[in-house]
């Protein structure tokens, strides 16, 4: 049997996933070569999931850096950029049930909120200014809550909180990724930006704070001046898993770098979370 090669060297879990392991995964190899000319293979924690995952899928997994063979065989059924109603997808399906953890009795119940580091797309209440999880820790859910930072856990520690949790929160990034280590009727509630979208990347108004993070620019030096981020929309239409998308209703303190996405402080409608976190959560008739 041929061995697959996977030679992605961006540092993105998202990425990896999204053009090299949907793109090359055929069930029927038994090993694959991850080429590491590139890659800091001890030390990229994406590289660790990389790997992590990998292992889920292939029975052989190594890493060298002197590749010739080239994979011919890709997939092209995943659009990121619009926002596509897939129907669940068989090449995607087979990927999820290989990675995703064995049905089972979840004896555990929780809420997964993924927050990551301060002043880096860090989500609060609106009304309240309370950090999102304090916010929902004060609405006595019938469901508990934990908070993680996906960015300081290990792959098997992601693995083992989505694989148990009930109901999935995120900022949109590549975080959102861990989707396909959740169980199969464990939805993705994303906070999307579509709110004051204006450019991309960000311009120089915005950027050094002539005009407010909220507020209009012109947005002649964008390469997108819309909002494009159909990711983990799309990856869960093609998984067959619930998904909900809530808009931001303002962000504070501007940006880290020029990717519209680095914003560092994210308010949302706490209210409206927990109305459909109660929808989400009830069972279907």
């Known amino acids: 049997m041929d061995v697959l090669v996977s030679t992605i060297t961006d540092e993105n879990i998202f990425h990896i996933f999204a053009f090299d392991i949907i793109m090359y995964y055929d069930k029927n190899y038994k090993s694959v070569i991850i080429d590491s000319t590139n890659i800091d293979v001890e030390n990229s924690k994406c590289q660790k999931w990389r790997l992590f995952v990998m292992k889920k899928l292939y029975e052989n997994v190594f890493y060298s850096n002197s590749i010739e063979q080239q994979n011919t065989k890709t997939y092209h059924g995943f659009d990121c950029w619009s926002f596509i109603n ?69 792959p098997e520690e992601q693995y083992e909180l989505c694989s148990n949790c009930t109901l999935l929160i995120s900022a949109h990034g590549a975080g959102c990724t861990n989707v396909i280590f959740t169980q199969q009727n464990t939805p993705l509630i994303e906070i999307n930006f579509r709110k004051h979208w204006y450019c991309d990347g960000v311009c120089d108004d915005h950027f050094n704070n002539k005009i407010d993070i909220n507020e209009k620019c012109n947005g002649t030096l964008s390469y997108r001046s819309y909002f494009h981020k159909a990711d983990f929309h799309n990856l869960c239409s093609l998984l067959g898993k619930k998904y909900l998308e809530l808009e931001a209703v303002e962000y504070k303190d501007g940006f880290h770098d020029r990717n519209p996405i680095s914003k560092k402080k994210i308010f949302i409608d706490g209210k409206n979370l927990i109305q459909q976190i109660n929808i989400l959560l009830t069972p279907d008739v």
């Open 86 to 154: 897939y129907p669940p997808c068989p090449h995607m399906t087979s990927i999820y049930e290989a990675i995703s953890p064995p049905k089972k009795l979840i004896t555990e119940k929780y809420i997964l909120l993924n927050q990551r580091n301060h002043d880096s797309r860090y989500l609060y209440d609106y009304d309240t200014k309370l950090k999102l999880e304090d916010y929902l820790l004060s609405q006595n859910l019938t469901i508990p809550i934990k908070v993680c930072n996906f960015g300081d856990l290990t």
